[in-house]
């Protein structure tokens, strides 16, 4: 079994809080790896330097302040499993207690949790492969750019389609990459995290088809097409820092299985009058 | 001065903005620190946060509520959302 460097928020400030110490000791006992003290690793980074850096740290956070993981991030150790003891409740439709002490609404999700997230690292396959099947997305790109003040805003001239939240398409076949733009990767700056829907997600047009989280911002992608996920760029997903650098092709997040391109097409920018909006959206833009 | 038209259709037209549920909000202030777009606005009293210029909202971004710790934020559907701008696309189109 994998081990990892374990750090929950420890929060007392909501229900939430407490649980992610409970989870955390669960996975301890289970031998799924070392606990760091979110406390004393803030006052004495020096005292889990070593063990973040010898084991994967996986940030197990409360609430959406994600205390652990930008506790995390603020140390630089690089977080390679996160979980959101809130965002977990909500999707199994749990009410917690309201209240620091944990209760057994609580206590049982941590033991689910626990047991799912051993199970899911017993059985872990090697991650879907990036890339499809029959799709073609090797084609070399060539980009129309513009420049305002120190910054170069790049947008491919042909094959891509954008809606206005910044995000793209390329069509090949009956499949489909979706990513950020250009823009938008600048706007939020240096990616710390990138999680895509999983494989098998049938996700609606304008639907959410990954979690971005940077230094400055958490962002949504908005995906400009419907379809199924068949894959995610695994390499997004390790070094989120390539989304950065090369947002159209490298830095793509998910592919989709397409389910009605040709009408969804018309709802969608094409390079020109997406660069036009971008011109339009730095000109208007205020820091 | 924000974009005054989405996908088309004029922003004032489409129904997306979030609203805060002031049982849960703490006023850390987290939302109104994140948004570029000056959404929100802070106030003197009992209410510190309210959300004064829906329209500035960027239609379908939900960013701020991935920063608020009590999960005060709520927005509309989104694909009720869609379905809005695009009847109030058709509507445009089927105009002389």
Known sequence: MRRYALLPCNGLDKAAGPLTRELALSLMAAGAGEIICPVLSRRAPARYAKLASELPVFAIDGCATRCASRLAGDLRWKVERRLQIAEEAKAAAIALEDSLIPGPVGLALCQKLATTLLADEEAKAPAPAAGGTEADFTTPVEYASFTHDKFLFRVPKEGYFFNENDCWVRVSGNR???????????????????????????????????????????????????????????????????????????????????????????????????????????????? | MSETTFMGVPREQIPWAPTIDYSKCSFCMECDKFCPHQVFERREGEVKLVVAHPTNCVVFCRACSKTCGPDALSFPDKQETFKIIKSLREKAEAQP
């Open chain 1, 176 to 287: 489909a990459r979706v990513g950020i733009s250009d823009y938008m990767q600048q706007n939020l700056s240096d990616l710390l995290f990138c999680t895509p829907a999983e494989v098998g997600t049938k996700i609606e047009q304008f639907g959410e088809a990954a979690t971005l989280e940077s230094t400055k911002a958490v962002y949504e992608l908005v995906s400009p097409v419907s379809g199924k996920v068949v894959a995610v760029n695994t390499e997004a997903v390790d070094n989120p820092e390539i989304v950065n650098q090369d947002p159209y092709e490298r830095g793509w997040i998910v592919e989709l299985e397409l389910s009605d391109f040709a009408s969804e097409r018309d709802l969608l920018l094409d390079g020109e009058q997406y660069l036009n909006l971008v011109k339009k959206k730095v000109a208007e833009f205020r820091p």
